[in-house]
């Protein structure tokens, strides 16, 4: 077994503002009972600093497939043993987790063009895109039994962002790139730089890999309920990232973001993003849902706080080797 890092994805700053996703609504109500539902608006500032163990992930030797599926509203990327039970055998531990928690999907939530497509803020600012691993834990025979047990779900995510190079060369408002520049400027100060500088960044017109592959394959998945095979190494690598990386998060109690919004989700959020094509993006927005068009916008609405702590912990995930 080897320990990675994981990581999680999520797609360009954008402006201080919400609107809700057209056709959304009808599909993911914006306000089901409960009090610790998500996705919030983290900020920093209010952050309680936690000092907890070490986050890795377990990822045994792999030489299956992954499927990447058209669901109707989303890109999921999940694993195919299906002859043992807990099918992933990508474990992850430490952090704010009590036991093992194992690998079930990871999807992606995206905007329309001009839209705040990610599910998580910071300090009032969203992004075009956010990627969900979800995981559950196993205390649980399989992800369903896991939906009705205390914290029983895990789910990481990260944000992506374009490089200025990318957003100068694809946007032709010059009133848009002023306002990103100067969004991203702010949300740099205001966060303690824990978002990327893409300007200094030897990553920063580039795209992250399994993202760029999976924007490709999409071209084949554009029906709902269609699918495609992957390579389980590449479909994976992006959860070397944090191995070779000292990464900070943020945690806290929260619910799934569609149905069945189960209340038992402890949501991991790294505010330090990847970088990501505009033209991939735009890929995803081109998928068709289940009668309803084009799969344009599929995020939900920040919801209340209600008083819920947000810790921040900084940590380093380790390899086996170290």
């Given at each position: 077994?080897?320990?990675?890092?994981?990581?999680f994805?999520?797609?360009?700053?954008s402006?201080?503002?919400?609107?809700?996703?057209?056709?959304?609504?009808?599909e993911?109500?914006?306000?089901p009972?409960?009090?610790r539902?998500?996705?919030i608006?983290?900020?920093?500032?209010?952050?309680?600093?936690r000092?907890?163990?070490?986050?890795?992930?377990?990822?045994?030797?792999?030489?299956?497939?992954?499927?990447?599926?058209?669901?109707?509203?989303?890109?999921?990327?999940t694993?195919?043993?299906?002859?043992?039970?807990?099918?992933?055998?990508i474990?992850?531990?430490?952090?704010?987790?009590?036991?093992?928690?194992?690998?079930?999907?990871?999807?992606?939530?995206?905007?329309?063009?001009?839209?705040?497509?990610?599910?998580h803020?910071?300090?009032?600012?969203?992004?075009?895109?956010?990627?969900?691993?979800?995981?559950?834990?196993?205390?649980?025979?399989?992800?369903?039994?896991?939906?009705?047990?205390?914290?029983?779900?895990?789910?990481?995510?990260?944000?992506?962002?374009?490089?200025?190079?990318?957003?100068?060369?694809?946007?032709t408002?010059?009133?848009?790139?002023?306002?990103?520049?100067a969004?991203?400027?702010?949300l740099?100060?205001?966060?303690?730089?824990?978002?990327?500088?893409?300007?200094?960044?030897?990553?920063?017109?580039?795209s992250?890999?399994p993202?760029?592959?999976?924007?490709?394959?999409?071209?084949?998945?554009?029906?709902?309920?269609?699918?495609?095979?992957?390579?389980?190494?590449?479909?994976?690598?992006?959860?070397?990232h944090?191995?070779?990386?000292?990464?900070m998060?943020f945690?806290?109690?929260?619910?799934?973001t569609?149905?069945?919004?189960?209340?038992?989700v402890?949501?991991?959020?790294?505010?330090?993003p990847?970088p990501?094509?505009?033209e991939?993006?735009?890929?995803f927005?081109?998928l068709q849902?289940?009668?309803?068009?084009?799969?344009?916008s599929?995020?939900?609405?920040?919801q209340?706080?209600?008083?819920?702590p947000?810790?921040v912990?900084?940590s380093?995930?380790?390899?086996?080797?170290?």
């Open positions: 077994m080897v320990a990675v890092g994981f990581i994805l999520v797609f360009v700053v402006v201080r503002c919400e609107r809700a996703s057209p056709g959304w609504p009808e993911l109500p914006y306000f009972k409960g009090r539902q998500s996705p608006n983290i900020v920093p500032e209010e952050a309680v600093p000092q907890l163990p070490p986050l890795t992930i377990q990822v045994a030797d792999l030489d299956e497939k992954v499927d990447l599926k058209n669901d109707g509203h989303t890109l999921t990327v694993l195919r043993n299906e002859n043992k039970v807990h099918p992933a055998e474990n992850l531990r430490g952090g704010p987790l009590s036991g093992i928690y194992t690998f079930n999907n990871y999807h992606l939530h995206w905007g329309d063009v001009g839209e705040l497509g990610s599910e803020a910071i300090d009032g600012v969203k992004f075009q895109g956010e990627m969900h691993g979800v995981f559950y834990s196993l205390q649980c025979d399989n992800m369903a039994s896991a939906l009705k047990y205390p914290d029983g779900i895990a789910v990481l995510s990260m944000f992506l962002e374009l490089s200025p190079r990318n957003i100068e060369e694809h946007n408002s010059e009133e848009m790139s002023t306002a990103v520049y969004t991203r400027t702010n740099e100060q205001e966060t303690n730089n824990y978002l990327v500088n893409a300007d200094n960044s030897q990553e920063a017109n580039c992250c890999e993202i760029a592959t999976i924007s490709k394959l999409a071209k084949q998945v554009k029906e709902p309920g269609s699918s495609v095979q992957m390579n389980s190494s590449l479909a994976l690598e992006w959860m070397q944090l191995q070779r990386n000292e990464e998060y945690t806290y109690p929260g619910s799934l569609t149905k069945p919004f189960s209340e038992n402890i949501f991991i959020v790294f505010p330090k990847l990501v094509r505009r991939e993006m735009d890929e927005r081109t849902s289940h009668g309803h068009g084009p799969i344009r599929n995020w939900r609405r920040l209340a706080k209600n008083k819920r947000v810790a912990v900084g380093k995930i380790p390899s086996s080797n170290e």
